[in-house]
């Protein structure tokens, strides 16, 4: 039997359903089909071996544990497997996806070549299957196979389930660069993106695409993967993305291969144990981290400096939340009157975000967090777009404009998630 090996021991067991280890004969087999005791059933669907015409029965007429035994029995004929690839229970097309899967890779032999492509043509019917369940056994089986289908690997990887797509989009051999970056051109969840950024010798024009979507989660898994290969320029970008995205630092300092001007822009806005962590790994000269640990001292110094300036503006602005002047008017005169300084304590206090954390939206110039911080404040979008235009300074063709003249243009969860990334 091809499992319960403890059973086979005790004939009389139920898990055994009664039947003896011995080989049973044809005569046998078809006494114990016409009782037709489900267990016993179950129990001789299991039995290795079993003539391919009682499995096709079993497969066909038998009960629902007689044909998970089928599914699962390395034995059963392959026309019978195709019977099983439309049976009614998703258990037995969930064993069936995993069996079959495993069969592929042995099947590849001139005298295999029929079992193979009815064992493939099998895959691809479960690819279509309705629950999704089913599918993700499959894609979890056949992720990392070279032996099926271009089509089935880009079938699966398309499909609308994240958890079917996402080991197909890291694991898949069969899917090239054109395939990964027309996916991700047609869009891909933050999940789904994040594990194409994990795959290995991931392609430059890939990574760059991985890069400009600015989805934080899939730029620190592409980081990470020290096989990614990330051009120069797609670096330069991810430096101006992470400077404003806490979430970043950690992964940037931790790639491999940075330049020394990288190096210079990162250890400008990372943490000074980042900036010793990234030298170390870089194996930097004694004299070039001599440098780099200068500019971070220095950056210290003036960010001590600005807060101890800034006392007074922060007493003002607590003074303006405190008597509820803090809105749409007075954030409008401020801004017209390049108080960019008491705006922004102002923001932050309003929305309740550290003020470093205010400053690195504004320093973003990205139209959906900036929006997304006046939201946070309870102003109207009038003046989160006057917010985008004058103090974050984003350019005209890049502002963020007001849907229906008045309405802010995203969701209240899509605002939120812009404010995350900068938390």
Known sequence: MTEGADDSERPDTPASGGLSPERLSYEQSREILAAGAPAQLTALARRPDLRPEILYYLAQQGPS????AVAQNPHTPIQADKLLAEDDLDDVRSELA????????TATAQENAR??????????TLAQDQVPAVRRILAEEVSAMPEISHALARQLAADPDEAVRCPMLEYSPLLGEDDLRELIAAGLTEAALTATA??????AAV???????LEVPAVAALLTNESAAIREQTLERIIDQAEQVQALHQPLVMRPGLSQRAMMRIASFVASSLVETMADRNRLPARAKEQLLARVKKRMQRERAAKEASAETRQTARQMLQNGEIDDR???DLIEQNRRD?????LSLKSRIPLENVNKILDSKSPQAVTALAWRCGLRMRTAYLVQAKLALIPPGK?????QGQYYPMSRAEMEKQISFFL
């Open 342 to 346: 008491l705006v922004t304590v102002c």
């Open 98 to 105: 995993r069996k079959i899967a495993r069969i592929v890779p």
């Open 207 to 213: 990574a760059d695409d991985v890069a400009s979507t």
């Open 330 to 332: 007075s954030i409008t």
């Open 65 to 68: 544990g007689a044909r998970l």
């Open 198 to 203: 994990r795959r290995a010798d991931l392609p």
């Open 399 to 403: 502002l963020l404009a007001a849907r």
């Open 115 to 124: 079992l193979r492509e009815s064992a493939l043509a099998i895959l691809e």
